[in-house]
C-alpha cells in the first residue's frame, strides 16, 4: 500500500491490521512516535493525521488511506515550529520520552485553536502522560506559543 | 587543592589524533559492592574530551533519565575548563571500570547521589584538561604557564590567543599535572546559574535515541510470555499457532518464559498472543493483597526486629494518660516509565554488545557475561536515553537485561526484547505494599514521650548482592530509612522501632524516594495527629519538635510563609504540612487541596522549600522537585498495583491510573541558599507530598485518611 508521511508518498509493505505506530516505527524507521501503551492510553504515539492529533498505536495502517500522516519528524524541519521553540524555552523535556507526543498534541491543539483557555489546554493535553511530571512547563510552553503567536499577528 | 598523584591517569586517545583526553581513576572509598573481575576493558576511559574541531565532549559516567545530569555534569566541566558552553556535546560513557560510581564502586545511577558524588571529580577532570592546554600554549609562545588565563574556550597572552581546538593535539602530548586548584565558589561562572537543558534539541525532534528505538537491518523483535503468577514456571506450550504468524521466526523458551522472535514488533505480539502455555504457578498463587494487608496487620502487632531503640517504650506508653494509635499502609506500585523496559543484544566473536537504557551498567555487565558464558570485559553496554528510570532499571539481578541476553543465546540471533505497558504493570518489581503501625503516648503539654513503631513489608536489598552491606543484624535500611533517623524520634526519651519483613514471590525495587514513599507518610502523618491531639497548629507543633534541627525548622518556615499558612484558604481549600530529610535533602510542602461533590480529592497548589545544599542547576532543581512532586500525587491520588489469587489486577493506564496534566497542580519551588553539604534532588520531593495531602484532607474534612490512596469514604 501506499502512504503520504511528512509530505513524501511511501510503498509499506505491512499487513492491514498493523497499526500505524508500527509502520512508522519497525516499517519506516521513523522512531520518534513512541510506544506507550498500545491502547490510546497515554498519547506518546500521537501523529497527525490532515492536522488532527490521532493516537496511531491503535489505527491500523490500512484505515489511513490516502490521507496526510505527519509526526514528530515532519512537523518542522529544524525543531523551530513554534511548539517546540516554546518547548525550549520553558525547559519542559526531562527524559524526553513523552515528549513528541506532547509536542504533537500541543501543536494540533494551536493549529485548531490559537488562543485556547487553561481548560482548553487540559482538556486537549489530558491523554498525553508524562512520568517525570512535566506538566506544569507543558502548560506554560503552550500558554507561550500561543501568547507567541498573538504577538506575532 | 586536590592531589591527583595517587589517581591513575590514562592519555590515550579513543579517535588517534582526536585531541586531549582527560580521564582518572578517584580513589574510591570502601565500596559498596565490588567490580567485575579482569582487567579493564580495551577502550581508554575518559570523562572530557577536547577535539581539534573545537568540540568538547563530556562522557557520562551515569545515566541520563530524566533528571538532567546531562547538563548538570557538564556545567561541573565547563566551570573549570573555561570552554564554550555552545561547543559542549555529551555521551554516555562505555560500561567501565573507570565509570564506576565515587562513592558506590560499580558503575550505576540512583539513590539521588549523582551530582553530590560527582562533584569533585568532574570538575577535577575539566580542571586538568584546562591545565594540559594552558601549558601546550604556554609551550608554544615559550612562556610561563602561569601568565596566561583562560576565557570561553581560549588560552589568551595579552591580545593573543589560542583556541583549545588549535591547542587540543598538542595539549595531549603534556604531562597532567599533579595537582589542580579548584575555583572556589565565589569564581563560578556556570554552577548555580540556570541553564536550559542541552538535550533538549534532540528531544523536541524525535531525534533523541532511547533503548526502543535501536535498530539494526538484522536485529529482530521478541516478546516474551512470562509466567502470570510471579515465581511461576512453563510446564509446556504450543508454538504452532504462533509460528503461522506472518513475521514470526522462531518460538523459543527461555528461564523467564516463552519468547517469540518475530521481524517486527506486530508480529512477535500477536505471535505470543497465539501461544498456548501450560504454567506451573507454584506458590505465588497464593498471594492476594487484602490478605495479605490483614496479616500485616496481624504481624504489626507483635514485636519484630529491633531497627531502634531508646528507653523503655512499652513501660512508658503503659502510663501514658493520652495515647495515639494509627496504622498506615501503602499498596504496591509500578514505577511505570513512559518507555516500556527493552534490551537489545548481539552475542558474535566472544562477545556481547548490549543497546539498552540502564540504571546498573555493572550489574548488567557482569550479569550478561555469565549467561552468554564470557568475561565481563568482553561484555560492552551501549547506554541509550532512559525514557524514566525511576528505580526500575536498576535491578540487582539485571532482570531485563539478563533476560534479552537469554533470549539472544537461545535464538541464534540479535535481538530486541520489548516489554508491553501490560508486561511492565504486570511485571513486579514494584514499590513494596508496608504498613505501620504507631503507638505514641503524649506528655501533658502534648509532646511525645513514648513512641512504638512496627514496620512491615518485603526488604528490596534482601537476596541480593547488596544485602551483605544494606541489611544490618536483619534490617533492610530502605524498610525503615525515614523512621530510625527521623529528627522527630530523637527527642522521644522512649522509643523502639521494629520490623518485619515478610518474604513473598512478588519482586520488589526502589522506586523515586525508595522507603521514604511510605516512611514520610506515616511519620508526618502521625505528627499531624499529635498535633491536633494536642490541640496546637501543625507549624508550631512541628517547629516546637524540631526546635534543634535548624535546616528542617528554615524549610518548614519558608514553605509555611509562602504558601501563606496561617491565613484563611480560598474557599473551599485547606491546606496541609509535611517536612522530610531524604537523599540528604530537606524539603518541606504544603498542599492547598479541596474536595469535589463526588469525594474527589484535587490538589490545586504545593509550596516547596527545597535544601539541597548547593544547587548547580537551579532550574534543573526546580524540574525536579516539580516533577517528584507529580510522581507521588499519582501514588497519592490513583495508582495501586493488587494482587489475587496471585495475578496482579492491574494491566495498563487505564486501571493502572496516574497523574495527568488537568490534575497538575501548580508547584512553587524555592531553593534555599543554603552551605550544607550537597545532598540529592531526583527523588526528595516526592517523599512529602502524600502526607501534606492527607493533612490537607484532615484539616478540610476532619477525616484522617491513613491508606494509600488517598479515599475518601
Known amino acids: ?153 | 587543592m586536590i592531589a591527583v598523584t595517587r589517581r591513575e591517569l590514562l592519555r590515550k586517545s579513543l579517535l588517534s589524533g582526536a585531541g586531549l583526553f582527560v580521564a582518572f581513576h578517584v580513589p574510591r572509598k570502601a565500596g559498596a559492592v565490588s567490580q567485575p573481575a579482569g582487567k579493564p576493558p580495551p577502550d581508554p576511559n575518559a570523562f572530557v574530551r577536547v577535539a581539534p574541531d573545537e568540540s568538547v565532549t563530556v562522557l557520562l559516567a551515569h545515566s541520563e533519565m530524566g533528571q538532567g545530569i546531562w547538563t548538570g555534569l557538564a556545567m561541573l566541566i565547563a566551570e573549570e575548563l573555561d570552554c564554550d558552553w555552545s561547543r559542549i556535546r555529551v555521551e554516555h560513557a562505555p560500561a567501565a571500570p573507570v565509570y564506576a560510581h565515587p562513592a558506590f564502586g560499580m558503575q550505576m545511577t540512583g539513590g539521588s547521589t549523582t551530582s553530590w558524588s560527582e562533584f569533585e571529580r568532574y570538575r577535577t577532570a575539566g580542571a586538568m584538561a584546562r591545565a594540559m592546554l594552558v601549558r601546550a600554549a604556554a609551550l608554544q609562545w615559550k612562556t610561563d604557564a602561569k601568565r596566561l588565563r583562560t576565557e570561553n574556550g581560549f588560552v589568551l597572552r595579552g591580545n593573543d590567543r589560542l583556541s583549545y581546538g588549535q591547542l587540543a593535539v598538542a595539549a595531549q602530548a603534556q604531562t597532567p599535572p599533579k595537582s589542580v586548584k579548584l575555583k572556589d565558589r565565589k569564581s563560578w561562572k556556570i554552577i548555580g546559574k540556570p541553564t536550559r537543558r542541552l538535550d533538549t534539541p534532540e528531544k523536541i525532534t524525535g531525534k533523541a535515541q532511547f533503548g526502543m528505538d535501536v535498530r539494526m537491518p538484522d536485529l529482530r523483535t521478541a516478546l516474551v510470555a512470562r509466567s502470570p503468577v510471579f515465581g511461576g514456571k512453563v510446564k509446556s506450550f504450543d508454538a504452532s499457532k504462533a509460528k503461522s504468524v506472518k513475521g514470526v521466526e522462531q518460538v523459543v523458551q527461555v528461564p523467564s518464559g516463552v519468547a517469540v522472535i518475530a521481524s517486527n514488533f506486530w508480529s512477535a505480539k500477536l505471535g505470543r498472543d497465539a501461544l498456548v502455555i501450560d504454567w506451573d504457578p507454584g506458590p505465588g498463587a497464593n498471594v492476594d493483597s487484602a490478605k495479605l494487608l490483614e496479616s500485616y496487620r496481624a504481624q504489626a502487632k507483635t514485636k519484630g526486629t529491633v531497627a531502634a531503640q531508646q528507653g523503655d517504650a512499652e513501660e512508658a506508653l503503659s502510663h501514658s494518660s493520652k495515647r495515639v494509635v494509627a496504622e498506615y499502609d501503602v499498596p504496591y506500585l509500578a514505577h511505570a516509565t513512559m518507555e516500556p523496559l527493552n534490551c537489545a543484544v548481539r552475542l558474535a566473536d566472544g562477545r556481547c554488545e548490549i543497546w539498552t537504557g540502564t540504571q546498573f551498567q555493572t550489574m548488567d555487565q557482569a550479569s550478561a557475561a555469565r549467561i552468554a558464558g564470557i568475561a565481563p570485559e568482553n561484555v560492552s553496554i551501549h547506554t541509550q536515553f532512559l525514557g524514566g528510570g525511576f528505580g526500575r532499571r536498576a535491578t540487582p539481578s539485571s532482570d531485563f537485561v539478563s533476560e534479552a541476553v537469554q533470549v539472544a543465546k537461545a535464538a541464534g540471533v540479535p535481538v530486541k526484547t520489548v516489554w508491553t505497558r501490560e508486561d511492565d504493570i504486570r511485571g513486579g518489581f514494584y514499590r513494596p505494599m508496608f504498613l505501620h503501625r504507631i503507638e505514641v503516648g503524649l506528655d501533658d503539654k502534648g509532646r511525645p514521650f513514648a513512641w512504638k513503631h512496627t514496620i512491615v513489608g518485603q526488604s528490596i536489598l534482601a537476596g541480593t548482592p547488596f544485602e551483605q552491606f544494606m541489611v544490618k543484624n536483619g534490617v533492610d535500611s530502605a524498610s525503615v530509612e525515614g523512621v530510625v533517623d527521623s529528627p522527630y524520634l530523637e527527642s522521644v526519651p522512649a522509643r523502639v522501632v521494629t520490623l518485619h519483613s515478610p518474604r513473598l514471590e512478588v519482586p520488589v525495587l526502589w522506586w523515586r524516594s525508595v522507603g521514604n514513599t511510605h516512611t514520610a507518610f506515616a511519620m508526618e502523618s502521625m505528627i499531624d495527629e499529635l498535633a491536633w491531639a494536642a490541640g496546637r497548629d501543625p507549624l508550631d507543633y512541628r517547629s516546637a519538635l524540631l526546635a534543634e534541627n535548624p535546616r528542617h525548622l528554615r524549610a518548614l518556615k519558608t514553605a509555611a510563609e509562602k504558601a501563606g499558612w496561617g491565613k484563611a484558604a480560598p474557599k473551599g481549600r485547606a491546606r496541609g504540612l509535611a517536612v522530610h530529610e531524604s537523599f540528604g535533602s530537606i524539603i518541606a510542602e504544603v498542599a492547598e487541596v479541596s474536595v469535589d461533590e463526588h469525594k474527589e480529592i484535587h490538589v490545586h497548589k504545593v509550596t516547596c522549600a527545597v535544601d539541597c545544599g548547593t544547587a548547580i542547576n537551579p532550574l534543573g532543581v526546580e524540574a525536579q522537585v516539580q516533577g517528584a512532586v507529580a510522581f507521588g500525587l499519582s501514588a497519592v491520588l490513583q495508582s495501586e498495583v493488587t494482587l489475587k489469587d496471585g495475578r496482579v489486577e492491574q494491566s495498563n493506564f487505564h486501571d493502572y491510573q496516574v497523574l495527568r496534566l488537568p490534575d497538575m497542580p501548580e508547584v512553587a519551588v524555592q531553593i534555599i541558599e543554603s552551605d550544607a553539604k550537597m545532598g540529592g534532588i531526583g527523588e526528595p520531593a516526592t517523599a512529602p507530598i502524600s502526607a501534606a495531602v492527607a493533612n490537607a484532607v484532615y484539616a478540610l474534612t476532619k477525616q484522617r485518611l491513613r491508606s494509600l490512596p488517598l479515599r475518601l469514604a
Open chain 1, 1 to 153: 500500500m501506499r502512504l503520504n508521511v511528512n509530505g513524501t508518498e511511501r510503498e509499506v509493505d505491512a499487513p492491514d491490521d498493523m497499526p500505524l505506530l508500527w509502520v512508522l516505527r519497525d516499517v519506516l524507521g521513523l522512531t520518534g512516535t513512541k510506544f506507550g501503551c498500545g491502547m490510546a492510553q497515554c498519547g506518546a504515539c500521537t501523529v497527525h493525521i490532515e492536522g488532527q492529533a490521532v493516537r496511531s498505536c491503535v489505527l491500523p495502517v490500512s484505515a489511513v488511506g490516502t490521507r496526510m500522516v505527519t509526526t514528530i519528524e515532519g512537523l518542522s524541519p529544524d525543531g523551530s515550529h513554534p511548539v517546540q521553540k516554546a518547548w525550549a524555552d520553558q525547559d519542559v523535556v526531562q527524559c524526553g520520552y513523552c515528549q513528541p507526543g506532547q509536542i504533537m498534541s500541543a501543536a494540533a491543539l494551536l493549529a485548531q485553536n490559537p488562543e485556547p483557555t487553561d481548560q482548553e489546554i487540559d482538556l486537549a493535553m489530558a491523554g498525553n502522560i508524562c512520568r517525570c511530571g512535566t506538566y506544569q512547563r507543558i502548560r506554560e510552553a503552550v500558554r507561550s506559543a500561543a501568547a507567541k503567536r498573538r504577538v506575532e499577528r
